[in-house]
């Protein structure tokens, strides 16, 4: 197969193969600057909110339930394979290339599997449990509030959007969403491993 179909070149200059992903693949680098210039909610926001900006704060609130290296790392599989919105990404399937007898998977399990690799490149387990999950709605809740449009009754979010966090979220600039999802990897890390 064509390497190019498959492979994604990363800011540092890495090239990341989709299908086949490998720990040597990945760096927290092009995870920062990625999530940094990834806007959520594919941009509907009423300012850039990126996705580096939601996990970090996400990492940050302690009165938010989960490990914060693995909150802050949550969405990491979506530097290689973008933010897809929910509602597509639950009906998105990837063909076998190579393979046309085999039948299409679920994006969902490509997601996966790299974010599974990302975990062994960086010595986490990224593994999405029921407290990520409900800080991650939490946040959601806040997001809603803090940063989309008011939407007509009867429009249902998908999850509960009821029971934000406290405080206001105040959208950061792409570059220092990169650096404060840096720190606070780099902090999390030494608390972590004393290195």
Request: hydrophobic share 45%; glycine share 6%; net charge negative.
């Amino acid at each position: 197969m064509n390497k190019s179909i498959n492979h994604i070149a990363t800011f540092t200059g890495k090239s990341f193969d989709l299908l086949n992903p490998e720990p040597e693949m990945v760096c927290i680098e092009d995870i920062a600057r990625s999530l940094a210039y990834q806007c959520r909610y594919t941009g509907h926001t009423r300012k850039f909110y990126s996705v580096a900006q939601h996990c970090a704060l996400m990492a940050m609130n302690e009165d938010l339930p989960g490990d914060p290296m693995v909150k802050l790392l949550h969405d990491a599989a979506e530097t290689y394979i973008g933010d897809i919105a929910k509602p597509w990404k639950n009906l998105l399937f990837v063909g076998n290339f190579g393979a046309p007898h085999l039948p299409a998977v679920p994006v969902k399990v490509f997601e996966a599997k790299i974010q599974d690799v990302i975990g062994l490149a960086l010595g986490v387990a990224l593994s999405h449990s029921a407290e990520v999950k409900e800080s991650d709605i939490r946040m959601m809740a806040t997001e809603v509030r803090d940063l989309m449009p008011v939407m007509p009754p009867g429009f249902v979010w998908g999850v509960d959007v009821s029971n934000p966090v406290e405080e206001t979220i105040i959208p950061w600039l792409p570059d220092a969403s990169e650096q404060i999802f840096l720190a606070v990897y780099q902090m999390l890390k030494l608390k972590r491993t004393g290195v």
